[in-house]
DNA sequence: GCGAAACTGGAAGAAGTCCCTCCGCTTGTG
DNA sequence: CACAAGCGGAGGGACTTCTTCCAGTTTCGC
């Protein structure tokens, strides 16, 4: 069986014609757009007509929705979790915390689709594989903030994650206001998530844990929205 | 032209047959739990379903959905008024603040369809009329927050508003695990909101207007979901 | 009791969204 | 120039939700 995509480890199975590869990339950049936009549930019909192509030749080149999710996002994703490494290597624990932050809720709120693909489990496999690399990462960047000392001492992992969310819904609702608002919330948590010298408000709520932050991202079901994508 | 539903100033048409009245009763009851879980835009049909009468019923009793948001809602979000009211008589104008905040995300949370009437522009006349007295409520609040020192002097009644979002957003995911949780970052959000003696963060961004609060919450489209509600 | 009026359920048709296939026509390329 | 590769988009299928309608059932005043 020759498979018609490249399998690993095998060399391009056959250039594709010129016009083929530009209407390719064609419906690359407007998936990309329109997905950034609406998120990952985007209609392919949309799509197709956004790239000036019929919905036929979508199909031909991504046969299904995940085909296309992997070669957009891949990159995408990838970026994600080196900006947690290089957070990560950060001297500075807290200074690495905060640059993390905000580029994460920059790139969380430029992009739905992203935003979905990380606080969700969705997406074909080769994506999920390296989203499964987030969460160590982001544990190690939170305990590096801690032993800063300037994070507070209970702030955990989950709370990372519902920061971000926070972040990623202020950003949704504000951006198209002003893109750049959401900042104004990024310091008003990062003050929230200062350890003080005068008795922080203790915080009577325990952190959530990550065995829970499994089944925090569920997200309600919509109405007649029956999960469409991957 | 004698409407058969009471006008105004008109005493009670005639009472319903008792049969009728039960499933009046019903279908209230079974629309009120299932909204409040699933938002505004639930499937007649499920509540029907969910009340034990058939569809037909239903639309009998409430010709459009509209009408049943305007008997569902109109005390909810009445309460909620009322609690603002409350806040703002408050002596102490932090107390009353976070003592407003924390009401109203518990309020929120608990009721999908409540946060989507008062965040979104939804709703029967009736409803919208009741809403339209919370702007002024919550600028007097803040402001009487500010006035007591211990708010932030550049917090606005747009960073509430954007402050109530983002603890919807919490509370709508980590509420299925732990339905309190929020409340960790109430704290963390207070904590943000303090004055401070040591040179607070400077929140560069400027606070959102009253005016660019009104195109906040258009909500970004979902998929196949045409508008469905009033 | 009894009959008229009120009420009921749910089948059925309309409208809409999105998915995916298929095939006759077009176009790049060796 | 031949022909494999590529193309468009009509059309059928699967859903979901809305809304109407009417033959049968129940209540209530007399």
Known sequence: MVSKHQGPGNAVARPLRRDAEANRQ???DAAGRLMAERGLATPLEDIAA???VGIGTLYRRFPTRADLVEALFQDRLAAYVADLETAVGTDDGWEGLVWFLSRAA???IADRALSELIEQDLGPDTIRHLRDRVLPLADTLVEHARASGRLRADFTVGDL?????MLAGVGAVTSPVSPTAWRRYLTLLLDGMLA???????AEEPAPTVAQLKHVHDQRPRQGARPRCC
Chains 1, 2 share one sequence.
């Open 26 to 28: 064609h419906i690359l």
């Open 196 to 202: 003080r010298r005068e008795a922080p408000t203790p």
């Open 161 to 165: 994650a519902l920061v971000q969310h």
């Open 106 to 108: 920059a790139r969380q």
């Open 50 to 52: 956004a790239a000036g």
